[in-house]
């Protein structure tokens, strides 16, 4: 066991440190899409730096580094305070399913355009009808020569309207059992037939949107991982979501728990026993969240798939999450009823967590059955 | 960065695993506890002795927690954990020696000790060994009336000792909590009522996740404190803070929720898995509370 970063690791270590510091581009702007276009410049001069496509292969314009090292980019872009990078869905989830399951030409065609922030890419999995039960989904897609003509409707798509690709599951096959209809599409979002709704949310933010899909053509040559093979595709979207957005979102803990620490104080709160009791137990459980998402890089690293605390992350990072903004609330005290400043808007916010991608119910689902052989329902 | 047992250490886990298993089933385990006066024989102590255990720490914290953790998972009634902390806190524990810890007045395994230290590391003479009926009936829990005699100390660094001692106490609640969840798991896969088993309701299911959430979590916070305190001395008070509060809940919470699983029959004396609860709940109220430890940390962490 070594828990400290080889003499190559710190090396990067360092190499990033430098670099972030030298090329921080300051606070983002306001505005959503003032916003968007800065963390757009942001990833690309990540990308010219290499860094954008770290563990992607050489060949698609990635680094071939280790998972170790994107770990230690996360951090130190956090720790920085650097912003996300735009095309966050292309990176975490569209890339890896093209590099897992796409041909030699889709990964040339694709790959590429994901890292430099040319086109950015969203996700139309969950339908109206179709939430946890992702594969009763009933977007039909009905093949037209060499093309599919796609009818439906998506729901929670974050970045639609920025996005030229979407990775799209539709049914092509209704008589077949319902895992194996399925096919898994790149679709262009730039066509009349898509059309984009924002959806507002409890923030009263629309970070998500709504897709109506109404004749939408995509070529043939843009199904990944084969007709029918939709589900197996999906899969590894959804795994690379669990498990590469995990890290990210764990170093996002540390630093909200930091911010929440000062404000503590600044509230006066710190020497209320309950408050420092409850502060003490997220402070164990942030340390778990990260602890747990190395050990789960070490694993993969070693056998190639993560151990059984790579199921619990999402999960536990949702509870520790949601529970670091109650925690803030109930210290602001009546202050959080003029609803301006961080907490209030995080609160509201993070009541996603234990919902998107994957409930805490269906992950508990997956911990009981495919970790504990507890039997199906 | 390796977040993992070494070839070496994952040798000494499963050689533990194996010849615990083996000489603690669990009938025996409750004959130790139930029937045998001192809760340990001459034969298991002199294997533990043979194997190098009572001096393990030597090798390093890690070591000892993985041998710790097995403890716990068999539950094996055993003086060596009173004898590594005595060990710990400068007592002599060589050549087969058993020690036992003062703390608040009560001392494990005292009645069978030669040597008693307190908590501050220094030797206890002249003490009046009393045994009291323990919470936990795999450890013996003796009464200790000290004569207030000024004590000298026996030269351990205490800071780092009391650390390990913490930490290791926390690993055996994560043997604890897992072996209790696999009794859980075992159950509600053969248990039928309504016709199936009580593992297909998510309301049995959801509660065996949860066991593995603070079962893993709680493994890997004591892995890290375990190493920090061989590798990274700074930042092991954080560490093993953390370590004791999250393994220390986790150790009591897991059997509680193993026994609703196991519903009426986990409530008798006949089921084996009272003496897992009984040692969760005693080692979270041992080397601090969790609530201690949660003051520990915001202090630490800067609050």
Redesign the interface.
């Known amino acids: ?6 003499p190559p ?1 710190r090396e990067f270590r360092d190499a990033v440190r430098d670099w972030i510091a030298a090329n921080h581009p300051g606070p983002e702007p306001a505005g959503d899409s003032e916003q968007f276009e800065f963390r757009r410049a942001w990833q690309r001069a990540v990308n010219e730096r290499g860094w954008a496509g770290l563990t992607w292969p050489a060949e698609y314009g990635g680094a071939g580094g280790t998972l ?1 090292e994107q770990a230690i980019l996360f951090e130190e872009v956090a720790r920085a305070g650097a912003p996300p990078m735009a095309n966050i869905l292309g990176l975490a989830m569209g890339g890896p399913t093209v590099i897992a399951h796409g041909s030699e030409e889709q990964r040339r065609r694709f790959l590429p355009p994901i890292l430099s922030a040319d086109e950015i890419w969203c996700q139309g999995f969950s339908e109206p009808d179709s939430g946890s039960d992702l594969a009763s989904l009933k977007t039909r897609a009905v093949r037209d020569g060499d093309e599919w003509v796609v009818t439906g409707q998506k729901v929670w798509t974050t970045y639609a309207h920025e996005a030229k690709w979407c990775m799209l599951v539709a049914r092509t096959d209704p008589d077949a059992p319902r895992h194996r209809g399925l096919t898994y599409f790149l679709m262009d979002m730039e066509q009349d037939a898509v059309e984009v709704r924002p959806l507002v949310q409890i923030t009263g933010e629309a970070e998500f949107n709504e897709l109506f899909i109404d004749g939408a053509r995509i070529p043939h040559e843009n199904i990944v991982g084969g007709e029918g093979n939709g589900w197996p595709v999906a899969i590894t979207t959804l795994m690379h979501e669990r498990a590469g957005l995990a890290f990210a979102l764990q170093v996002s803990v540390q630093i909200a728990l930091r911010e929440l ?1 000062d404000d ?2 600044e509230a006066g709160r ?1 020497d209320d ?1 309950l408050v ?2 409850r ?3 997220l ?3 942030a ?2 969240l990260r ?2 998402a ?2 789960g ?3 993969i690293s ?1 056998r190639g798939a993560p151990g ?2 790579g199921s ?1 992350g999402k ?2 990072w949702a509870e520790v999450n949601q529970g670091l903004t109650e925690l803030a609330m109930d210290v602001l005290g009546p202050r959080v009823l003029i609803a301006d400043g961080r907490w209030p808007r995080r609160f509201l916010r993070a009541r996603a967590n234990s919902i998107e991608g994957g409930t805490t ?1 269906i992950l ?2 997956i ?3 495919r ?7 | ?6 070839e070496d ?1 994952r040798t000494i886990k499963s050689t533990a695993r194996e010849l615990l298993a083996a000489r603690y089933p669990l009938a025996e385990v409750r004959r130790l506890a139930l029937d045998d006066e001192r809760g340990f024989t001459d034969a298991q102590w002199e294997e533990m002795v043979a194997l190098g255990w009572p001096e393990i720490a030597e090798l390093g914290t ?1 070591e000892m927690i993985v041998v710790a953790e097995e403890l716990g998972y068999a539950l094996a009634p055993t003086p060596l954990q009173s004898t590594w902390v005595a060990g710990l806190l400068g007592a002599d524990v060589s050549g087969g020696r058993r020690g036992a810890v003062v703390m608040d007045g009560m001392a494990a395994d005292a009645g069978s000790a030669d040597v008693l230290v307190d908590w501050d590391g220094a030797e206890v003479s002249g003490a009046s060994v009393e045994p009291a009926r323990g919470l936990d009936p795999t450890r013996r829990m003796f009464l200790i009336s000290a004569p207030p005699a000024p004590r000298s100390p026996l030269g351990a660094d205490v800071e780092r000792a009391r650390l390990q001692a913490t930490v290791m106490n926390a690993a055996e609640s994560v043997g604890v909590a897992e072996r209790a969840m696999g009794l859980a ?1 075992e159950y ?2 053969e248990r039928k009522q309504f016709g ?2 009580i ?4 309301a049995v ?2 509660a ?3 066991m ?2 603070e079962v ?3 493994r ?2 004591v ?2 404190a375990a ?2 305190l061989d ?2 001395p700074e930042a092991a008070p954080l ?1 093993a ?2 370590a004791k ?2 393994a220390g809940d986790a150790g009591r919470r897991v059997p509680r929720s193993a026994l609703q699983v196991h519903g009426g029959i986990g409530f008798t004396w006949e089921h084996d898995l009272h003496f897992f609860l009984k040692r969760g709940e005693a080692n979270a109220h041992a080397y601090g509370s969790g ?1 201690a ?6 202090a630490l ?3």
């Open positions: 066991m070594d828990l400290s970063l080889s690791e170790v620490r503590i104080r710190a026993p420092r009791q502060f003490g137990q402070y164990a459980e340390q778990v602890l747990n190395y050990r890089l070490t694993a070693k059984p605390e619990l999960w536990h119910e508990k689902n911990v009981a059955e970790v504990l052989g507890l039997p199906r329902a | 960065m390796n977040f993992d047992l070494s250490q890690v798991v509600a896969k199936r088993a593992g297909t309701y998510q299911s959801h065996c996740a949860q593995l959430l893993e979590g709680a890997s916070a892995y890290w190493w920090a590798h990274e560490a803070a953390c509060a999250y609530a430890h949660r003051e520990q940390i915001a962490a800067g609050l």
